[in-house]
């Protein structure tokens, strides 16, 4: 009885390996199992078939890259007007004016030329760029005071910063720090001063070479076509209602203005 249910169920694995498709216990070539097969770069490559589809059409040009443009020509220098009202109306609409790129309003220089005093700063400072004007809030108060000191006021002075907006942070870069230069010497040629008061490190920097730590108490050398400026250099009433302590070195150089007078 077990032997013909033995014979059965072998009978029935069988029939289940015939219909997965095995119908024999080896195959009719003799298999090398110990014989290691061919690496893969041994075997020669294999030719494409060739193909009868047609050639891939070109992409759009607007999808094609693009190799990097040629750089324009680079402009020549600006080109300074020579005449003082030429030259305010060039500050306030003109698009290449050097420092006019960092901000859409312009602060613009106030007083007239020929003002025996004349108060130049780098630019506006975050207040100035506000309210359209230099020197505005707390720190033009306190301008107002350090000019009374010296028997001034800002109504009898010619008051400008060299760029008309604020460069961010308060930085411009070397390029733009040469255009500055040369707007500069132009800016002070057509005013004129007696006397130049210079606020803020980064015009004493630019126009007298020195830092202004270095200028406290001293008349700076600055030469406009030959002719010298009686000029002192003050830190901007900004930093000296932030640090007080740096009021005692800017009434040491406001003081040069008075001597012999």
Known sequence: MGGQKSALLAESICDWWSLAGVDALVGEEPAGWLVLPPANDAAPPKLKAPTTEPEAMPLPAALQRQEAPIAPAAKGPVVFPEEWAAFQNWLAEDPDVPGSQWDARRVLPAGNPGAPLMLLTAWPEVDDQRDGALFAGPAGTLLDAMLR??????????????????PPGGRCNERDTAELD???????????PERLLLIGSDIVRMAANIALADARGRLLDVNQDGRKMETVAVAHPAMLLARPAHKAAAWDSLKLFNRGR
């Open 182 to 192: 040369r707007l500069l010497w132009h800016h002070l040629r057509l005013a004129g």
């Open 149 to 166: 000191a010296i028997g001034a006021s800002r109504a009898d002075c010619y008051v400008a910063s060299l760029a008309i907006t604020r």
